[in-house]
């Protein structure tokens, strides 16, 4: 594979139109498409250039990167159904089928035997960073698949973020995805309850920061993407938490940790409970909001003004209130 590969780009949305902007950027000969107008319509006012379907973007080219909503839909597409042909029989033999879905492990390992099967390398390279690491090209890529591809797609995923981490064989990208986003779920749930503990408690939210972001409640969900707004000022809380990363992908991605808690028989408590929680979010206005927006639905239910510091529960409650139309990844 030479340092600048054609490269077949299907899923240009909110994530995948970024990063295919970057591959254009660097100089990479990039054939889009997408199943939604308006992303096709977003890909060209950006410079992509775009195919007339899936299959005629894939013919010829040397990857095919897949940024798709869910597993299903990259084992479809690879197979093809409804009697339309599937990417892997579109492709030329030896294609590196790259996939950048989040997606359940057990369907990652599906899809890279499939792609073997039919003549093809694959590997499964899930992203974090959010539409801000797409656009700013800062993404971390969790690789899973054999060596010699992980270091075939390297120079391609160096473009589009700034850490690459080959994690094991195929699938093993996915598993450190679930694992990693485990960890966040439940994490921000803490310290978001933390936040309104501390208002009843008449803890101001800058007091609170300054003690548990340099003890041993530190943690990416308080000192990056604080859930409250002023300690940091860059936090989606600032912004009526526009994400981000929506409240619906972190639902999503924990259903996937469940589902793999399930099939390896974890003992896991805390992990399932905050998927539950989650998806509650996600079934109405937060689907759309960052997922530290957890924490309005936690001061909701705990009553705003009940105990605690007046000032400062209705300095947040006012905060709340004028920060709850956040627009969606």
Known sequence: MTDKYTVAFLGLGHMGGPMAVNLVKAGYAVAGFDVVPAALDAATASGVPVAAGAVEAVSGADVVLTMFPSGRHVLDAYRGREGQPGLLAAAKPGTMFLDCSTINVDEAREAASLA???????????????????????????????????????????????????????????????????????????????????EKLGLSHQALFDVASAASGQCWALTTNCPVPGPVPTSPANRGYQPGFAGALMAKDLSLAVNALNSTGVAARMGPLAAEIYGTFAAGEGAGRDFSGIITDIRDMSGRRAGGGPENLAGSASQGAAQDDGSPE
């Open 116 to 198: 073997i099967d039919a003549g093809h390398r694959s590997v499964d390279a899930p992203v974090s960073g959010g539409v801000v690491g797409a656009e700013a090209g800062t993404l971390t890529f969790m690789v899973g698949g054999d060596a010699a591809d992980f270091e075939a797609v390297r120079p391609l995923l160096d473009i589009m973020g700034k850490r690459v981490v080959h994690c094991g064989a195929h699938g093993a990208g996915q598993a450190a995805k679930i694992c990693n986003n485990l960890i966040l779920g439940v994490s921000m749930i803490a310290v978001s309850e933390a936040f309104v503990l501390g």
